[in-house]
Nanobody, 126 residues
């Protein structure tokens, strides 16, 4: 079993920055992807970013490139999402996910992920 715990959410003004963390515990794996998704009320959960756990290769939603940066610290079993120049439309609950079966073709799809954190709220005030 794998447990994911997000932290770092909060209230920030537009133009500000936040760094989300996702601590992974339990059974770890080397050939997997870690992803960040976000969701607002009444909308589907949408892909934000992903990173290869062993390769470190990163992937982003096209609309977020240049503002968000995903990284991981394998020694700490932690994945980060640095969010800069935040906008009001970035307000959402952000979820961390781990996907043993995810591939390059499926990493943008939430069903490719096996484990999810509880989510952390990010609110951007304009």
């Amino acid at each position: 079993q794998v447990q994911l715990v997000e932290s770092g959410g909060g209230l920030v003004q537009a133009g500000g920055s936040l760094r989300l963390s996702c601590a992974v515990s339990g059974r770890t794996f080397s050939s997997a992807y870690m992803g960040w998704f976000r969701q607002t009320p009444g909308k589907e959960r949408e892909f934000v970013s992903a990173i290869g756990w062993s390769s470190g290769t990163t992937y982003y939603a096209d609309s977020l490139k240049g503002r968000f940066t995903i990284s991981r610290d394998n020694a700490k079993n932690t994945v980060y999402l640095q969010m800069n120049n935040l906008k009001s439309e970035d307000t959402a609950v952000y979820y961390c996910a781990a996907g043993r079966r995810a591939t390059i073709r499926t990493l943008r799809i939430q069903t490719a992920y096996d484990y999810w954190g509880q989510g952390t709220q990010v609110t951007v005030s304009s």
